[in-house]
Nanobody, 126 residues
Framework: QVQLVESGGGLVQAGDSLRLSCAASGRTFSTYHMGWFRQAPGKEREFVAAISWSGIGTYYGDSVKGRFTISRDNAKNTVYLQMNSLKPEDTANYYC???????????????????WGQGTQVTVSS
């Protein structure tokens, strides 16, 4: 079992930056691939970014490429999402997720992840 707790959300203006954190407890964090998803009201959960267990492989959704960066610190059991140049359309509840095994075609599929956090709200005003 893995417990995930997100933090760092808030209300910002367009163009600002935020860094989200996801702290993990439970089984060995470094064995999990990690992902960030987001969900706005009335919309499906959207893939944002993923990182391999080693941190070597990183992957991004098209809408955030070049603006968001995912990273992890296995010594701290934490994964991060640095969000720059935020836009109003980035407004959503952001979730981190953990997967024991993940194929590249499957990394954007929520059902491929085993554990989820409760989410942290990000609101970007125009």
């Amino acid at each position: 079992q893995v417990q995930l707790v997100e933090s760092g959300g808030g209300l910002v203006q367009a163009g600002d930056s935020l860094r989200l954190s996801c702290a993990a407890s439970g089984r060995t964090f470094s064995t999990y691939h990690m992902g960030w998803f987001r969900q706005a009201p009335g919309k499906e959960r959207e893939f944002v970014a993923a990182i391999s267990w080693s941190g070597i492989g990183t992957y991004y959704g098209d809408s955030v490429k070049g603006r968001f960066t995912i990273s992890r610190d296995n010594a701290k059991n934490t994964v991060y999402l640095q969000m720059n140049s935020l836009k109003p359309e980035d407004t959503a509840n952001y979730y981190c997720a953990a997967a024991l095994s993940l194929s590249i075609p499957g990394l954007s599929v929520p059902a491929q992840y085993n554990y989820w956090g409760q989410g942290t709200q990000v609101t970007v005003s125009s």
